[in-house]
């Protein structure tokens, strides 16, 4: 299975946290992952989740701190809603994993089970490799129509 | 990088408009998201200041049709103009597929093309692109307005290597489609990488 497919099935099937309002995006905010809840607006909100990200991390950069990002965790929040990120590195590739939450009694709870959500994840992905990968070299079209392109952008109205 | 998924058949490509600030970055993707349908567009964020200047960046997803049994999805990024927000622009440039430079027409902001294109080439350098080799199509905008430099002029001066170049007025719309086209297709010409899997 691909990365894709094996986090929606560990999400899906084997997952036994809570999930709402969650998910998992890659280091350019394209998403892997969205819950439900989220799906209708799962690409922005990737793109910021991204954006946020990144933005902390060269914030970071000005105070001299030279950690692994891979130990950082962000977190907006007041005492019942916010938004908290964590890192995840798989296959040597930097991912962020999402959650929204609102009306919260016990905001400091979730957090921790998010981070187990996290290590449960990364185990998964250590048991269940993705599928040997290899890089294509050749382009994937070597021409592209005029009508082509015209049917890609018929979407206009 | 653009990230093609085989197994599903899915293609995400990420395109930053680029430019000086108040050129119409902000108004050439605006302008997509009001003149696409409901079932092709994603939500549109626009981080901005209070003065309605873009603070960190826009973004509009698109969800194009299929090529060649490929499902497209195209992201639409702006980046700040305004010179101080050097920082922000670096971020948004990180794996970006393609872009879009849009450059103020106007005689006045000539300069400000000339510093944003040396920014945007420093910026793809020192992020292990070769300019030349990136696909970047130029957008000479704001042609509606009297006091304009004429298209060879900007071509001669902002077009070295002589990429693809549309005049527009993005507040209308004019050669707003007509950019985003050709830059899709260069970007879509240009994916060979991708996981196999």
């Given at each position: 299975?691909?990365?894709?497919?094996?986090?929606?099935?560990?999400?899906?099937?084997?997952?036994?946290?809570?999930?709402?309002?969650?998910?998992?995006?890659?280091?350019?905010?394209?998403?892997?992952?969205?819950?439900?809840?989220?799906?209708?607006?799962?690409?922005?909100?990737?793109?910021l989740v991204g954006g946020v990200w990144q933005a902390a991390e060269a914030l970071n950069t000005h105070s001299g701190v030279e950690?692994?990002?891979?130990?950082?965790?962000?977190?907006?929040?007041?005492?019942?809603?916010?938004?908290?990120?964590?890192?995840?590195?798989?296959?040597?590739?930097?991912?962020?994993?999402?959650?929204?939450?609102?009306?919260?009694?016990?905001?400091?709870?979730?957090?921790?089970n998010f981070r187990l959500l996290k290590e449960d994840i990364e185990t998964f992905l250590s048991?269940?490799?993705?599928?040997?990968?290899h890089l294509r070299k050749e382009f994937l079209f070597k021409n592209i129509t005029d009508e082509e392109m015209d049917n890609l952008f018929a979407f206009g109205r | 990088m653009s990230f093609v998924n085989y197994h599903t058949k899915e293609i995400n490509c990420k395109i930053v408009y680029y430019g000086p600030g108040l050129g119409g970055k902000t108004t050439n993707i605006q302008h997509v998201y009001q003149?696409?349908?409901?079932?092709?567009?994603?939500?549109?964020?626009?981080?901005?200041?209070?003065?309605?200047?873009?603070?960190?960046?826009?973004f509009l997803p698109l969800d194009l049709g299929q090529i060649r049994g490929y499902k497209t999805r195209f992201h639409l990024y702006t980046v700040p103009g305004q010179v101080f927000y050097e920082a922000s622009r670096k971020l948004i440039l990180r794996g970006v597929d393609g872009i879009v430079f849009v450059a103020d027409s106007q005689v006045e902001r000539m300069e400000d093309n000339v510093e944003s294109l040396k920014g945007l080439k420093a910026n793809l350098e020192a992020q292990g692109y070769e300019f030349d080799k990136v696909p970047i199509v130029m957008q000479w905008n704001k042609r509606d307005l009297p006091n304009t430099v004429s298209t060879q002029d900007l071509d001669r001066k902002l077009n070295e290597f002589d990429f693809p170049a549309f005049e527009s007025t993005a507040t209308t719309g004019e050669g707003v489609f007509e950019t985003l086209k050709m830059i899709s297709k260069l970007v879509l010409l240009n994916i060979k990488s991708g996981l196999d899997n």
């Open positions: 299975m691909n990365l894709n497919s094996l986090i929606a099935d560990y999400f899906e099937n084997k997952c036994e946290f809570d999930i709402s309002m969650t998910t998992v995006v890659r280091a350019d905010g394209i998403v892997v992952y969205s819950s439900k809840d989220l799906r209708p607006k799962a690409a922005s909100i990737g793109a950690e692994k990002v891979t130990d950082y965790r962000f977190s907006f929040d007041k005492a019942d809603s916010g938004i908290y990120i964590l890192p995840v590195l798989i296959e040597g590739s930097s991912y962020y994993m999402a959650t929204l939450y609102s009306d919260t009694f016990n905001p400091a709870l979730l957090k921790r048991i269940n490799k993705v599928t040997k990968t | 003149r696409t349908s409901a079932g092709a567009k994603g939500q549109m964020v626009t981080l901005n200041t209070e003065n309605e200047r873009t603070l960190f960046f826009d």
